[in-house]
């Protein structure tokens, strides 16, 4: 998707929780945050907790929701800023072309990870596992 033009973000639910500015949205939040938005074209907006893979459409029980709406997606660009918030990060190529970066979007340094945020040694190893054990089919 990113060497189709995609742009991507990745929201860090850590991160959100230290900004004051989602703070209180996200206080009681456990865990990561499951929702998904995507914007295509200006023109489509899908929201909600279904991943976009063959196993969330056919075993999970989560749904999305698709609206073609100019007007919406407007609104949704203008409310996110995503380039401004502390807490989010842009998924980019590296020079590469192969592998990926987050930068951040909304801090001083703009930091570059070459893992995902807020990822541990012991959550890529367990994610890892998990691949195993589920057919390739559903991926």
């Not at 930091?111 to 994610?127: C, F, G, K």
């Given at each position: 998707?990113?060497?189709?033009?995609?742009?991507?973000?990745?929201?860090?639910?850590?991160?959100?929780?230290?900004?004051?500015?989602?703070?209180?949205?996200?206080?009681?939040?456990?865990?990561?945050?499951?929702?998904?938005?995507?914007?295509?074209?200006?023109?489509?907006?899908?929201?909600?907790?279904?991943?976009?893979?063959?196993?969330?459409?056919?075993?999970?029980?989560?749904?999305?929701?698709?609206?073609?709406?100019?007007?919406?997606?407007?609104?949704?660009?203008?409310?996110?800023?995503?380039?401004?918030?502390?807490?989010?990060?842009?998924?980019?190529?590296?020079?590469?072309?192969?592998?990926?970066?987050w930068v951040g979007t909304g801090d001083v340094d703009n930091?570059?990870?070459?893992?995902?945020?807020?990822?541990?040694?012991?959550?890529?190893?367990?994610?890892l596992l998990f691949s195993w054990f589920v057919p390739i089919?559903?991926?």
């Open positions: 998707m990113l060497k189709l033009g995609v742009n991507l973000y990745e929201v860090s639910t850590q991160q959100l929780k230290r900004s004051g500015q989602f703070r209180d949205l996200l206080k009681k939040a456990r865990g990561r945050l499951h929702a998904k938005l995507a914007l295509v074209d200006r023109q489509w907006v899908l929201l909600g907790s279904m991943n976009l893979d063959p196993r969330s459409a056919r075993l999970n029980t989560e749904f999305g929701v698709r609206v073609r709406s100019f007007d919406l997606t407007q609104a949704l660009l203008f409310a996110y800023q995503l380039d401004d918030i502390e807490g989010v990060y842009r998924v980019v190529l590296k020079p590469d072309g192969q592998n990926v970066q930091e570059v990870l070459d893992s995902e945020p807020d990822s541990s040694m012991l959550t890529r190893l367990q994610l089919d559903q991926l």
